[in-house]
């Protein structure tokens, strides 16, 4: 499988630059780049600009693929090794959902709207919450990815628990965000969108803090 990754990455950092090919003589002069906390533009630029920001992101896209599949070689962890096939299977899905932002920016551009979709940005960031949720179990202890913390990575036990109910967290937090985003209006979205993102993470956090407390106090 992570053959397949590795093949398909190329396709899937072109992607964005051939559909801004292909629709570039569509898209107007003049293009909203910046827009307030409520979709609408505050700032105009040029195709250009467009352009720059699709290189950008594709360039990151694969300098991120690349550090996630590489990275496993730089963790002191004896176990590191057993993370590589997963950590090429999120860096493939960061740069799905890259690419995907990118192809979005390219539409919106394309379409000449005069505001800027933040429920559906919000709803795909949540979809991509879910898909890493759905890895989260199946991560070794390992100082790059993960709920990286001072007692689950030294209990084994304590990491592989927290990471079961992260896992659950986000699949599911990440699931009602990718559908509740689209229906709501975008300052009550980018709330919505906080709020959930804050509770899939403290929850994990302080479940792992009273395993390492009770255990402590059984040791003591």
Same mark, same amino acid.
């Given at each position: *499988?992570?053959?397949?990754?590795?093949k398909?990455?190329?396709?899937?950092?072109?992607?964005?630059?051939?559909?801004?090919?292909?629709?570039?003589?569509? /898209?107007?002069?003049?293009?909203? /780049?910046?827009?307030?906390?409520?979709?609408?533009?505050?700032k *105009?630029?040029?195709?250009?600009? &467009?352009?720059?920001?699709?290189? /950008?992101?594709?360039?990151?896209?694969l300098?991120?693929?690349?550090?996630?599949?590489?990275?496993?070689? &730089?963790?002191?962890?004896?176990?590191?090794? #057993?993370?590589?096939?997963r950590?090429?299977?999120? !860096?493939? @899905?960061? @740069?799905?959902?890259?690419?995907?932002?990118?192809?979005f920016?390219?539409?919106?551009?394309?379409?000449?709207?005069?505001s800027?979709?933040?429920g559906?940005?919000?709803?795909?960031?949540?979809?991509?919450? @879910?898909?890493?949720?759905?890895?989260?179990?199946n991560?070794?202890?390992?100082?790059?990815? !993960?709920?990286?913390?001072?007692? %689950?990575?030294?209990?084994?036990e304590?990491?592989?628990?927290?990471?079961?109910? @992260?896992?659950?967290?986000?699949?599911?937090?990440? *699931?009602? &965000? #990718?559908?509740i985003?689209?229906?709501?209006?975008?300052?009550?979205?980018?709330?919505?969108?906080?709020?959930?993102?804050?509770?899939? %993470?403290?929850?994990?956090?302080?479940?792992?803090?009273? *395993?390492?407390?009770?255990?402590?106090?059984?040791?003591?």
């Amino acid at each position: *499988m992570n053959k397949v990754f590795n093949k398909l990455i190329g396709l899937v950092i072109i992607i964005p630059g051939i559909y801004l090919a292909i629709v570039w003589p569509h /898209i107007a002069d003049a293009i909203p /780049i910046h827009f307030n906390i409520e979709g609408q533009p505050d700032k *105009m630029g040029n195709k250009n600009d &467009l352009l720059l920001l699709v290189i /950008i992101l594709s360039v990151f896209s694969l300098l991120l693929f690349l550090l996630l599949k590489n990275i496993y070689k &730089l963790d002191p962890k004896k176990n590191a090794a #057993a993370n590589k096939d997963r950590l090429i299977k999120i !860096g493939f @899905a960061v @740069a799905v959902f890259i690419m995907c932002i990118n192809c979005f920016f390219i539409y919106n551009a394309k379409a000449g709207t005069n505001s800027f979709k933040v429920g559906i940005l919000l709803s795909v960031v949540g979809l991509f919450f @879910a898909i890493l949720g759905n890895y989260m179990p199946n991560l070794k202890p390992n100082y790059f990815a !993960g709920f990286r913390l001072p007692w %689950t990575l030294e209990n084994p036990e304590n990491w592989k628990k927290t990471h079961a109910l @992260a896992g659950k967290l986000w699949v599911g937090g990440g *699931m009602f &965000l #990718a559908i509740i985003c689209l229906f709501i209006p975008s300052v009550i979205a980018i709330i919505v969108f906080f709020t959930v993102l804050i509770i899939i %993470t403290i929850i994990p956090c302080y479940y792992s803090y009273k *395993m390492f407390r009770k255990k402590k106090t059984v040791n003591s």
